[in-house]
Nanobody
Framework: QVQLQESGPGLVKPSQTLSLTCTVSGESITTTSYYWSWIRQPPGKGLEWMGTIDNDGSVYYSPSLKSHTSISSDTSKNQFSLQLSSVTPEDTAVYYC?????????????????WGQGTQVTVSS
């Protein structure tokens, strides 16, 4: 069973870079057919897919976030990471990492079979 756990600071100042890491257990992130994603949910709003990295390191980004989002992986630690630069208060959200057995585009979130518990990130000075 795949398990995911997000980690990173809970408070980031405006204009700084938000960095989060997802540690995966129960499956290697290099296993063929697995896709590893970052998803967020701002307060009072729905889920928003941010981007996905696949088993060979190819990355897919949401067009609306691509300009200031970076996703990478560290296979030696079985982790993948998110960096969101130049954050504003509108980036305040619960951030989730999740896995799926298919790649984007995603029509809904039911395709994600495993989720981390989520981590609250607040952007504030």
């Amino acid at each position: 069973q795949v398990q995911l756990q997000e980690s990173g600071p809970g408070l980031v100042k405006p204009s700084q870079t938000l960095s989060l890491t997802c540690t995966v257990s129960g499956e290697s992130i290099t296993t063929t057919s697995y896709y590893w994603s970052w998803i967020r949910q701002p307060p009072g709003k729905g889920l928003e897919w941010m981007g996905t990295i696949d088993n060979d390191g190819s990355v897919y980004y949401s067009p609306s976030l691509k300009s200031h989002t970076s996703i990478s992986s560290d296979t030696s630690k079985n982790q993948f990471s998110l960096q969101l630069s130049s954050v504003t208060p509108e980036d305040t959200a619960v951030y989730y990492c999740a896995s799926a057995l298919s790649g984007p585009p995603y029509r809904d979130y039911e395709v994600f079979g495993s989720w981390g518990q989520g981590t609250q990130v607040t952007v504030s000075s």
